[in-house]
């Protein structure tokens, strides 16, 4: 896509899970102008807890995206920086299931989220009102208005996304499995057929972004579209959460980059990865620091992105 | 109803509105046998907001009864003493109603019992599963499992009672209406017929007592029954609430025990009033300190009243 350097990007799009996805959109709306970035966020993790529809994932982005996330550190990842967690103590009384960790703000957001939602509004909609009120600039697309769950087939059977992950703490994976048939909206499809660039972030790639890339028409839309991905490995070990163990279970492989670039085989025009871990890529790769521990991290490493994006053809 | 002070009451039903009736069902759960006691609760404030059922007078009895609520004093006189609001200021940023304050540990309260309601569940059985699940031992009973919202008519419309009494600050009161016509539940009809006395806690007649009593079959039931009531005037004034503004309002006389004794005429036994309130009364009037500053006061308030109704014909 031979592109000048000193010519800004005018409209990218990003696929994001969680934490690892979040952070590299925190660093491509700073690196890009205002209105050139489009976060489409996975929603196969959504479930209901406490009669409250929660959306993790969009969540975590729009926290991050309002400087409102855990950034630089901390014993937690996920949520708000600043929480207090008053409420799950009073429901532990109530006898309520608490394996979720609902902390006061947090909780609000559910709330404003699944008022807006029996209101009538879509998970679109919904989803701008709420981050715009946080400040946030980017815009953030749900990639579906409708429920599309991610299951998690296990040896303890068929366990939805947030109980696999969450409540049993990511038993072995036999299979995922993606149930119904939702499409993504139409704000989805179009914000990837007018992209200059798809980028795919450093998100487990068969729970945060196959449930995007299954959904009609999403895949071949992508495909389309110059793509670069960045890659959640670290020397063969995921930077967060349960990638390493599923990759043999789910591809037969050792967990590497190039196991990586073959999951996305045939959307990929390059693929970002840790230094030391370009070795028998099939593939242009850009070998950098991918560790985000800072919002300096993540601009650096958004910044190199897109220069790197710029030079493939 | 003749009595020896030393022999126990058995069978004993208050009737109650918020904290003045709350604080009373605290003495009266201490002065009598376990058991012995049941709540009758004001539900005509009930109302949604933010989604969740929020029920004002069950919670203040709940939590005054499992003290956790603000006994002693302190600025707040409603909802729990150690209580913090992050998800109320985060509400605010999503442009939320903000007008009535939920704390984050009293919001789990609204939220364990709109799920349990949502699922099926009663008001009479989900209120017994929450007050059990805080230890409360003494039964509170809702007045009716069904909605019965007690509307305030004022010169800006007819307003439900949470609007006029917290979002619009009591604006002077053309009339009271109850709005549908829920029934009792029977455990409510059953307990005042097993009554041994009937105590009509110191809350306002109109909006807190009234409710009650105009449900079918309610008044007539308290009428068979000895009924103690105590008075929420003092020397005129309110302890707490608009009383003293209403009385002149609804009942054209100057607010007094007299036109209280007048407003409840054909139920009362008893009036229990504070000291030097007891002149022209046309009933028998036990003169004390009605004034519950602490558990210590109402203890003591409850134990009078009750020896006080051992001596009534």
Known sequence: MKREKSRPWRRVVALSGGVGGARLLHGLSRALPEGALTAVVNTGDDFEHWGLHIAPDLDTVMYTLADLAPFDGGERGWGLAVESFEALAMMRRYGAEDWFSHGDRDLATHLARTRALRAGGSLTDVTARLAGALGVRTRILPMSDAPCPTLVE???????????????????????????????????????????????????????????LRLSGVREAVARRPVVAVSPLVGGKAVKGPLAEMIPLLAGEPPSTAALGRHYRG??????????????????????????????????????LLDFAATLP
């Open 154 to 212: 296990t040896d303890r059977g068929t366990l939805p996304f947030q109980q696999w992950f969450v409540r049993h703490r990511c038993p072995p994976v036999r299979a995922i499995r993606f149930d119904g048939a939702a499409p993504p909206t139409a704000h989805v499809l179009r914000a990837l057929d007018e992209a200059e660039l798809v980028v795919i972030g450093p998100s487990n790639p068969y729970v945060s972004i196959d449930p995007i």
């Open 267 to 304: 959307l990929l025009g390059g693929l970002v990865v840790e230094r030391g871990d370009e070795a028998g890529l099939p593939l242009p790769a850009l070998a950098t620091s991918t560790v985000m521990r800072s919002r300096d991290d993540s601009r650096r490493l958004a910044g190199e």
